[in-house]
Each structure stands twice: as C-alpha cells, then as structure tokens.
C-alpha cells in the first residue's frame, strides 16, 4: 500500500496550478510516515519487554498486535474517503512503453547511423514515437544514473534492523531518566527525518529556488560577454 498511495495523493492534485501543494502533501506525507516510525519504534519495544502477558516476562502479542490493529483503523478511515478522492484509471504499461522506446532507438541506429546520423541515440525512435515521450526517455536515462549508488545504500539502511540492534544488546542502553532499549536503535533515523524535513522545507529548497531564479540571467549575461 505504501509506494502506492504516495502516487495516489499526487492525482488529487490539479497540475501545473496546484504543484505548490503539491510539493507540500509530499513534505506532509513523509513527515506522517516518519512520525509513525518514530513513535512506533520507540513504544513498541516498550510493549514487548515492561508488559507482561500470558504468564511470561515479556509481551511480544502486544507489541505485533497493537500495530496491526492500528493499521486496520487507518485502512478503514482511508476507505471511508473514498468518495472524496480523484481516481485516474490506468493509462497503460509506461515501463514498457520506455523499454520499447529505447530498443526502437537502438535497433533504427544500427540500421541508419551512417546514412542518417542523429544528436542523441533516442532521437532515432522519432519515426515511430512522439518528441515529448523521447524527451522524457532522455531525462529518465539521465536521472537513472543517481540510481546506481541505491544497492549500497539500501545494504547498509537495511542494517538499521538487524546489526544495529545486535550490536546494541551489547551495549549499555542507561542515558539516565531514560534507558534504551536495543530494538530502540532504530528511532535515529526517523529522528533525524523528522529534523531535516522543516529544514528542507524553510531553508533548503527556497535556497534552491533562489539560485534557479538568479542562474540564467547570469548564464545570459556570460554568453553576452
């Protein structure tokens, strides 16, 4: 449900009027998933080791169940807006149509590429699709390549779970009023979300907006010098 109702909270959105409020859903939306994390993060292990049921030391049913039930609430709060919401019917398969795209351009480069040489190797594909799709293709190939870092990445973000917490049962968990526990580790990372979003939002990208706007005057003022 997750990676989807992202995508469907941006269809409710008219575009290009509304890509304010657009950027500000998105902002809002994970601020809403990190403030879950961290407050199930910290009091589900809460759950399982100061509750006691069952007859045993800890409560681990207590800690699974408590999420579960509350998943179930919000699943049934989010059918309850149905009537509200903007659905967008599926226009066709668009990882496909970019797969096609792209081996359309390789195949008609190889047969034309010494009678009919191109810019860029996509623009080989304009005979059978359309400028704006192969403009997109050109900004998704070059988007692709932030991508190649993410294995790294999600190895080492995965580990949050799994040595982090091995490594903190090994560890003192006292920080005075408070004592950690080691399935607590997790919480840094939600944490530091939650911080960097306002910081983003107020400071960041209006920073960003600053330079776009200042950047092609100088670009225009260089190319007239």
Request: aromatic share 14%; glycine share 6%; charged share 20%.
């Amino acid at each position: 449900m997750k990676p989807s109702i992202s995508a469907f909270g941006g269809d409710q959105f008219k575009l290009p009027e509304q890509v304010k409020q657009l950027a500000t859903f998105f902002s809002l939306y994970y601020f809403a998933v990190n403030a879950g994390a961290l407050i199930s993060i910290t009091a589900t292990p809460i759950l399982r080791e100061d509750v006691y049921c069952f007859g045993e030391q800890e409560c681990p049913s207590l800690a699974f169940g408590a999420p579960a039930i509350l998943m179930a609430v919000s699943l049934f709060i989010f059918i309850l807006g149905r009537p509200f919401y903007k659905s967008k019917p599926p226009a066709g398969n668009v990882v496909m149509l970019v797969g096609k795209t792209v081996g359309n351009a390789i195949a008609t480069k190889w047969k034309e590429k010494k009678t009919n040489p191109r810019e860029h190797w996509l623009d080989y594909a304009d005979k059978k699709y359309d400028r704006q799709l192969i403009g997109d293709v050109k900004v998704l190939m070059r988007i692709l390549v932030l991508y190649l870092p993410l294995p790294v990445f999600w190895a080492l973000f995965d580990q949050q779970s799994s040595r982090w917490t091995i490594q903190a049962t090994r560890m003192d968990g006292d920080m005075g009023s408070w004592d950690i526990k080691p399935d607590q580790m997790q919480m840094l990372n939600p944490l530091l979300i939650l911080a960097f979003i306002p910081l983003y939002e107020l400071a960041f990208y209006p920073l960003l907006g600053l330079i776009e706007l200042i950047w092609p005057h100088y670009a225009i003022d260089e190319q007239i010098r």
